[in-house]
Structures are given as structure tokens and as C-alpha cells.
């Protein structure tokens, strides 16, 4: 099992910009693939970016794409979400978690067996 602990977020006005952080507990995060899911009251989980465990690939969802940029450093055992051009509908709470996979292509919330306990984005128009 691995602990997550995510930091960073925040309140921010639109178009400004926010750094989430996350930091594994366990040894061996760079065998396994990183993702960030973001959630808002009364909806599912929503995938929102991955990272390969060789930090060699990544995906985002289609709202997000040009705007964040996921990345990891093995050695600190560390993955980020760097999140620029902020708008009022990327409020959610924001979570880590890491994948029962080494690629990143099995992107849905159950490819994924840990889970930080999140931290809250707020975006005001």
C-alpha cells in the first residue's frame, strides 16, 4: 500500500495558476504510473492527468490539455500538477493516486489502488 499526501492547493482567481504536489510514501514509486482525478459534489471521480512510471508519457483530459502539465521526479518520490489559465469550472478537490499499472493507458478511477486525501481548488470568476 502506499501513502499519498497531496499539497498545493487553493483559491485562486481565473486565469491564475497552481502547483499541486505529492508525495509517496513507499519504495519503488517509479515502477508505477501517477494520476490526478479531481471531483465536485454529487459527481463521479474525473480523470484528469497521468504519468507513466518512467515519466515518459502522459495523458489529460480534453479540458485540460494545453493547460496542465503533469510530472513526477522518482528519485523524491514526488508527482506534480502544474495548472495555468485556471477557470471557474476546475473547482473540485483534487486527488493523487497511484496505479496498479506501469503505463499510461488504463486511466479509469479503478486502475488505481491508493489515494491521497485531497486537497481543495477553488477558481473565482
Known amino acids: 500500500q502506499v501513502q499519498l499526501v497531496e499539497s498545493g492547493g487553493g483559491s485562486v482567481q481565473a486565469g491564475g495558476s497552481l502547483r499541486l504536489s505529492c508525495e509517496a510514501s513507499?519504495?519503488?514509486?517509479?515502477?508505477?504510473?501517477m494520476g490526478w482525478f479531481r471531483q465536485t459534489p454529487g459527481k463521479d471521480r474525473e480523470f484528469v492527468a497521468i504519468?507513466?512510471?518512467?515519466?515518459?508519457?502522459?495523458l489529460y483530459t480534453d479540458s485540460v490539455k494545453g493547460r496542465f502539465t503533469i510530472s513526477r521526479e522518482n528519485v523524491k518520490n514526488m508527482v506534480y500538477l502544474q495548472m495555468n489559465d485556471l477557470k471557474p469550472e476546475d473547482t473540485a478537490v483534487y486527488y493523487c493516486?497511484?496505479?496498479?499499472?506501469?503505463?499510461?493507458?488504463?486511466?479509469?478511477?479503478?486502475?488505481?489502488?491508493?489515494w491521497g486525501q485531497g486537497t481543495q481548488v477553488t477558481v473565482s470568476s
Open positions: 504519468i507513466s512510471a518512467s515519466g515518459d508519457f502522459t
Open positions: 493516486a497511484a496505479s496498479y499499472y506501469s503505463g499510461a493507458y488504463n486511466y479509469l478511477a479503478s486502475d488505481f489502488g491508493d
Open positions: 513507499r519504495r519503488g514509486f517509479g515502477s508505477y504510473a
